[in-house]
């Protein structure tokens, strides 16, 4: 588990975020494949990286 681990947050998911997410940025297309390879909702995902501070690169949406 990881050390940090924000309350409330999975801890598989936070470990797969600071993997992934190395300098701090993950793309939208990585972070929904990561959702569903830990078979979280995306949602999750982007609350984790909130907590995480870890930014969300190139929105499918345009949001980001």
Same mark, same amino acid.
């Given at each position: 588990?990881? *050390?940090?681990?924000?309350? /409330?947050?999975?801890?598989?998911? #936070?470990? +797969?975020?600071?993997?992934?997410? /190395?300098?701090? *940025?993950?793309?939208?297309?990585? +972070?929904?494949?990561? +959702? &569903? &390879?830990? /078979?979280?909702? #995306?949602?999750?995902? $982007? &609350?984790?990286?909130?907590?995480? $501070? !870890? *930014? !969300?690169? +190139?929105?499918?949406? /345009?949001?980001?």
């Amino acid at each position: 588990m990881p *050390k940090d681990t924000p309350a /409330g947050l999975d801890p598989r998911l #936070v470990e +797969a975020l600071q993997k992934a997410a /190395g300098e701090g *940025k993950i793309t939208c297309t990585a +972070a929904r494949r990561l +959702a &569903e &390879e830990l /078979g979280v909702p #995306v949602r999750a995902v $982007g &609350e984790a990286c909130d907590a995480l $501070g !870890i *930014k !969300i690169t +190139a929105c499918e949406l /345009g949001c980001f």
